[in-house]
């Protein structure tokens, strides 16, 4: 469990399972719901099959709007890779904190400064690390998250390429995950208060309403644990 976020909205709690095979998921999600079963009134789940992140505009003093270009995506027919033990011990030390430094990654891993530069490099030139992100305290920033899923129609269409394109280039929406399940898609918007947030949904709702059915949004307001791969590589 690599991601838990607490929330006032349409959810409580949320959290996400990342594993090498749906059915080690499923084996950790019964047995979260066989210990906690009494503490959930309801749950939803849903299996992300594309990811993208993108540049937070509102921190720019230039606007973005119109750059569409991810700076991460994950999804899709890839291949896979094999990592060595030190490939995995390096990402693991980068997993936990982006910003350390090679030696200390190379005490950690016990090995070189050398060896670990060069796993990075290759790490890097393979697309495993496509950009390092850092994690805000949304509410000193003055920009709290909200975690908004979506349920969309024409999913295969030029108008929800459209509307890919319009999340993308908007500064405040920060992520874009299309799912699998009852919605098909969540995005990760950060803006400075309800008004805006308001503003926002409304010219959603204005321009793309032959796509998006349905808007259902969640203040964040604790971020426990946020990883983009677990801590452990099985």
Not at 32 to 46: H, L, V
Not at 109 to 116: C, D, K
Not at 155 to 166: A, D, G, H, I
Request: charged share 25%.
């Amino acid at each position: 469990i690599n991601i838990v976020m607490r929330g006032d909205g349409y959810w409580d709690l949320h959290f996400t399972i990342s594993t090498k095979c749906i059915f080690r998921a499923v084996e950790i999600f019964d047995a979260f719901q066989s210990r906690f079963s009494e503490s959930i009134a309801q749950y939803e789940t849903a299996i992300s099959v594309g990811f993208s992140q993108f540049a937070r505009g509102y921190l720019c003093t230039k606007r973005i709007i119109g750059d569409s270009k991810p700076l991460a995506y994950t999804g899709g027919e890839v291949e896979e890779i094999s990592l060595s033990e030190t490939e995995r011990k390096v990402l693991a030390c980068l997993n936990e904190n982006g910003r350390r430094s090679y030696s200390e990654i190379a005490r950690k891993s016990n090995v070189s400064r050398e060896v670990v530069a060069y796993a990075i490099r290759k790490l890097e030139r393979l697309g495993v690390i496509q950009s390092y992100a850092i994690l805000l305290n949304q509410e000193k920033v003055g920009f709290p998250r909200h975690r908004v899923l979506l349920r969309l129609a024409h999913v295969e269409s030029e108008r929800f390429k459209e509307f890919f394109e319009y999340c993308s280039g908007n500064g405040n929406i920060v992520s874009f995950l299309k799912l699998f399940g009852n919605w098909q898609a969540l995005i990760d918007i950060e803006i400075a208060n309800r008004e805006e947030l308001r503003s926002l949904f409304r010219e959603i709702m204005n321009h793309y309403s032959d796509v998006v059915l349905q808007i259902e949004n969640t203040q964040v307001y604790s971020i426990d644990a946020f990883r983009d791969i677990p801590a452990r590589l099985e």
